[in-house]
């Protein structure tokens, strides 16, 4: 990337939900975005942290502890890195959107997984496609 890249510009590019963009890569890292709404899937990634930014609305993200369940609810401008193999779900009551840092090839939808609904896009990325039109 060798020119600045507006988030919100990017978000008004796609529509899809649960189908993140990579915007930029830093060293072996995706930068992605995406768009989400209602309840993602319960899955581990088994080698890597997954870093979550709320750029707009809330967030809240279930997780499976040795301790027993709990839930994370990240309001705008928050984050939260979710540890290396612990089982977490997305969820978000309202339209928000979010922004993800992990290693370039990571599935979203983790190592391991339930079935996989189709409102969600198992994928490592997708790339942004130039805006057109107004």
Do not use: C, Q
């Given at each position: 990337?060798?020119?600045?890249?507006?988030?919100?510009?990017?978000?008004?590019?796609?529509?899809?939900?649960?189908?993140?963009?990579?915007?930029?890569?830093?060293?072996?890292?995706?930068?992605r975005?995406a768009?989400?709404?209602?309840?993602?899937?319960?899955?581990?990634?088994?080698?890597?942290?997954?870093?979550?930014?709320?750029?707009?609305?809330?967030?809240?993200?279930?997780?499976?502890?040795?301790?027993?369940?709990?839930?994370?609810?990240?309001?705008?401008?928050?984050?939260?890195?979710?540890?290396?193999?612990?089982?977490?779900?997305?969820?978000?009551?309202?339209?928000?959107?979010?922004?993800?840092?992990?290693?370039?090839?990571?599935?979203?939808?983790?190592?391991?997984?339930?079935?996989?609904?189709?409102?969600?896009?198992?994928?490592?990325?997708?790339p942004?496609?130039?805006?057109?039109?107004?």
């Amino acid at each position: 990337m060798d020119t600045p890249l507006s988030l919100e510009d990017a978000l008004a590019s796609f529509r899809t939900l649960w189908s993140p963009r990579v915007v930029t890569r830093v060293n072996d890292y995706d930068v992605r975005i995406a768009k989400v709404h209602g309840e993602h899937l319960w899955h581990t990634h088994e080698d890597t942290d997954e870093f979550f930014l709320v750029l707009d609305g809330t967030l809240h993200i279930g997780l499976r502890e040795p301790a027993g369940e709990r839930t994370v609810r990240l309001d705008r401008g928050e984050v939260f890195t979710v540890p290396r193999g612990t089982e977490h779900r997305p969820y978000a009551p309202a339209p928000t959107s979010i922004l993800m840092f992990e290693p370039t090839g990571t599935v979203s939808v983790g190592d391991r997984h339930e079935a996989i609904p189709d409102h969600v896009d198992a994928t490592t990325g997708h790339p942004l496609e130039p805006r057109t039109g107004p």
